[in-house]
Nanobody, 124 residues
Framework: QVQLVESGGGLVQAGDSLRLSCAASGRTFSTYVMGWFRQAPGKEREFVAAIIRSPTTYYADSVKGRFTISRDNAENTVYLQMNSLKAEDTAVYYC??????????????????WGQGTQVTVSS
């Protein structure tokens, strides 16, 4: 069982930055595929970014060049640095973990472990 706890959300203005953190349990964190997803009101949950142990990263086109995912295996934590935020980035952001295969996927159902979510609101 993997437990995930996000933090760092808040209310910011367009153009500002935020850094989200996700603390994970487990002694083999370095082997987890870690992902960030988001869900806006009335919309489906969508992929934002993911990272594996290499570290290899992958981003949604909508955030590429603005968001950076990173991990600190010593601290069992994954981060999402969000720069140049836009109103359309407003959503609940979720951290997710996949431990079965070291393969990045953008499909939410491939990640069995999820955090509780943290709200990010960007005012225009």
């Amino acid at each position: 069982q993997v437990q995930l706890v996000e933090s760092g959300g808040g209310l910011v203005q367009a153009g500002d930055s935020l850094r989200l953190s996700c603390a994970a349990s487990g002694r083999t964190f370095s082997t987890y595929v870690m992902g960030w997803f988001r869900q806006a009101p009335g919309k489906e949950r969508e992929f934002v970014a993911a990272i594996i142990r290499s570290p290899t990263t992958y981003y949604a086109d909508s955030v590429k060049g603005r968001f950076t995912i990173s991990r600190d295996n010593a601290e069992n934590t994954v981060y999402l640095q969000m720069n140049s935020l836009k109103a359309e980035d407003t959503a609940v952001y979720y951290c997710a973990a996949r431990i079965d295969r070291p393969v990045i996927t953008v499909t939410p159902s491939a990640y069995p472990y999820w955090g509780q979510g943290t709200q990010v609101t960007v005012s225009s």
